[in-house]
């Protein structure tokens, strides 16, 4: 499916490609050895149709390498003595991997439809190359559709009118016996009657079993008309729309082509993955009396979750959250910083927490001095953060950090890392490459944080392994950003 593509390309290289000069005299008038070009003395021409060259291109970059295509009128489209650009034009020109499989769907408003049920083997055409867009869809082929769709293994049928030798007999037996098709009161299935647009909607939803309905219908559908629920779920699930009159039409006839639009929305909604059932964490945070602690800053979060709320009056909290395992913190001045690392949320529950905050007593952190050493407990390592600095830019804020690690010890050692803690719960982790430190060598390094400028520093720590910290360890080194 082509618009209007133009290829420009030098006359040298069609000169190479498709005749010898020396030669052209000897052509004047016939058709050239690709198959896809005349010449006289004066022009190159191209066919009105697509050489045996172009129908072997396996895609358009080498239809336009090998320069060949049709032009409707078979115009001149070089003249020989000029030694200029020319045009070929692509319209219209359809590769053969890009063919369609029935010559009557092309731009139709069905074609992804059709093609999506082709694609899944689910339908095919008639001898003449067609799907039949606008034929009438019968039970049978319905049923036979269906059992393709839903794997439904064979069954004979018991229906007075449905022969064994019948073309969709054992699907129809397939059908009736998962409940998805069902006969009449007298013991017919009438395989050659067409179906309508109610008997789909109703067919639908029961071989899918969709629920719901809708708070608004079609004008030509009221409560009272037998299909009515099921083209109210239809409605809600928004497989359906109607015509421009808001009508329904329910007793019209399906073409092969609205059948396929019908069952094409439905398997699409299917593919789609279904909303999770949501999950509530309700808490509590209260100090060492078990008083309500009001405006704490509680946040949840994983690598792609990031909520924040602050407790009410009450000292309580909500978040609603799917099923994932999460980082809880809470963060209050004046308060020792909670945090759990390991909050796992099973889906569809609530999960209740009561959490205490105990007080700092205005001491806070023992931060370091900047410009002193200080040996790491956990790793052995000597660290001086030579200057800390904050950078105010238009958007955010930058907290420069320089510092040394020194190997004072007599094995080599792996390189630790910074990380910076926030006020809110928040942390930004020191990310980067690290190697080994031998004894007796000096790392010298820098590291910028990045943070909005709502944010206020809490503290920056320092350790072996402080990734998955959710709050500032008590025997680890901190230096203070303020």
Known sequence: MKSLIKIVALFSVLSALFF???????HNGARDELGGHFRTADCVYMLHEPTALAKSAENMDELKALITTYNSNATCVKELNGGMNFEV????YVLPSEKL???????HWAQDDILLLNELGLVSGFQDGSYGVNKKISRAEVAAIMA???ELPNATPNFKDV???FWAANQIGAVAEANVMNGFVDNTFKPTKIITRAEIASLLVRAYELEGTATENFKDVPKNHWAYEPISTLVEYGLVSGFSDHTFRPENQLTRAEFAAFLARVIRAGDMDPEPELSSIVGLVVDEDGNPIEDANVVLATEDVYTTESTSVDGTFNFTAQADRYTLTVVKEG???FADNELVVDEDT??????MLAPTD???YDFLEVNKPYVSSDNGLTVQVTSLAKVSKTNYMEYQLNYTETNNTKETVDQGAFKLFFTDGTADPQYGIFTEIAPGETYTGSHVFQAPLTKSPLALEYGADVLNNGKPSDDTLKWDFK
Not at 89 to 92: F, Q, T
């Open 362 to 364: 205005g001491v806070g």
């Open 350 to 355: 609530v999960v209740e927490l009561e959490i």
């Open 20 to 26: 010898n000069p020396s030669t052209t005299n000897a």
């Open 163 to 165: 022969s064994k030798n």
């Open 101 to 107: 499989p029935f010559n009557d769907i092309k731009g």
């Open 335 to 337: 308060y020792e910083t």
């Open 89 to 92: 034009d692509l319209e219209g």
């Open 148 to 150: 393709r769709h839903m």
